[in-house]
């Protein structure tokens, strides 16, 4: 079956350090990835996503590059602010016929401080 | 305005009540989900509806049951809550069709369910 493994937090940084949260996926097929983000007391959100192999999402600072070889799409900020402490989500989606239902990481807590 | 809405956004009951937790969208999505959370678990699927006659279970579904009562409205019951059914659940819908990202979902605010 589809599964998602991301790295497990807490993550704490300073403002304007650099952020990766990695996450590698097992999935039939050729899935389409998400990265999703929950602020404090909020439902989730897209952040950003890819659809096949070789693409890059990127969003409001943050990019993922969806990597077939090695089944990865890790998250990446160049510089964090105190706005992006929340919880992150890798997701996928399979595509096979007509299931297209969310598989999700267990998410991972970051931190920001000023 | 919000697309997605739950009611309640909290609720606190005693085991072996029943609780209603309902969803209302205003996207005209055909698809509509229930998840959980729970800390250190992520999100995990209770149920999923396609459509109107289309309903079924996800991965953890025992102890809940759904009713599509109509395209924008889904509703999950626990028809004799326990504690460790305390959680966060999020309703979320999504329309492949539609054009979106492929199976981009939209989540509701969340209900916070305690029970005591």
């Known amino acids: 079956g589809n599964s998602v493994t991301q790295m497990e937090g807490p993550v704490t940084l300073s403002e304007e350090a650099f952020l990766t949260i990695n996450c590698t996926y097992t999935?039939?097929?050729?899935?389409?990835l998400f990265w999703y983000v929950q602020y404090p007391g909020e439902g989730l959100q897209l952040l950003l996503k890819?659809?096949?192999?070789?693409d890059k999402g990127s969003n409001k600072g943050f990019e993922a590059t969806y990597r077939k070889e090695t089944t990865s799409f890790h998250l990446e900020k160049g510089s964090v602010q105190v706005s992006d402490s929340a919880v992150y989500f890798c997701?996928?989606?399979?595509?096979?016929?007509?299931?297209?239902?969310?598989?999700f990481g267990k998410g991972t807590l970051l931190t920001v401080n000023p | 305005d919000a697309d997605v809405t739950q009611t309640p956004r909290n609720r606190i009951t005693k085991t072996g009540k029943r609780i209603m937790l309902e969803c209302s969208q205003t996207k005209g999505h055909d698809r509509m989900y229930w998840y959980r959370q729970d800390p250190g678990l992520g999100l995990r699927l209770i149920y999923y509806?396609?459509?109107?006659?289309?309903?079924n279970k996800g991965e953890i579904s025992d102890g809940y049951s759904v009713s599509r009562q109509a395209q924008a409205k889904f509703s999950l019951s626990l028809e004799s809550a326990i504690p460790n059914q305390t959680a966060l659940y999020f309703c979320?819908?999504?329309?492949?069709?539609?054009?979106?990202?492929?199976?981009?979902?939209?989540f509701g605010p969340g209900t916070r369910l305690t029970v005591l």
């Open positions: 509806s396609f459509d109107v006659k289309d309903i």
């Open positions: 999935a039939t097929g050729y899935p389409s």
């Open positions: 890819a659809t096949k192999a070789d």
């Open positions: 979320a819908t999504s329309d492949p069709t539609a054009g979106t990202v492929d199976n981009e979902q939209f």
């Open positions: 997701a996928l989606s399979d595509r096979g016929g007509s299931n297209y239902k969310l598989t």
